[in-house]
């Protein structure tokens, strides 16, 4: 499965946005997916997860509370909501996928994910 992700763009701090990851060549079903985020120079860093059935997330400790992650397995699309953003936050947003033995584990290291988007950049001004 090949995966797009959009939605990114340039805002204020405190302002909102919603990444989109569309799957194409297949679906999402029986995928956890997740998203991470890397500014240059830096290592690719967790951000989001979901778990295959959705009825598991987890977000890290730097964006809780302000973004969420959400799936639409009909669309075969994965999204992450941020609210209140702060210019920290600015960075290139990818998302993930891999097939799970079980439906309720998500996966939070780059390396648990076979399948990657492009990116797409956030960039959050003060």
């Known amino acids: 499965v090949q995966l797009q992700a959009s939605g990114g763009g340039l805002v204020q701090a405190g302002d909102s946005l919603r990444l989109s990851c569309a799957a194409s060549?297949?679906?999402?079903?029986?995928?956890?997916l997740g998203w991470f985020r890397q500014t240059p120079g830096k290592e690719r860093e967790f951000v989001a997860a979901?778990?295959?059935?959705?009825?598991?997330?987890y977000v890290s400790f730097s964006v809780k509370g302000r973004f969420t992650i959400s799936r639409d397995d009909a669309k075969s699309t994965v999204y992450l909501g941020m609210n209140s953003l702060k210019p920290e936050d600015t960075a290139a947003y990818y998302c993930?996928?891999?097939?799970?033995?079980?439906?309720?584990?998500?996966?939070?290291?780059?390396?648990?994910?076979?399948?990657w988007g492009q990116g797409t950049l956030v960039t959050v001004s003060s």
């Open positions: 060549g297949g679906t999402l079903d029986n995928y956890a």
């Open positions: 979901i778990s295959a059935s959705g009825r598991t997330t």
């Open positions: 993930a996928a891999r097939r799970g033995p079980d439906s309720d584990t998500y996966y939070i290291l780059n390396y648990d994910y076979a399948n």
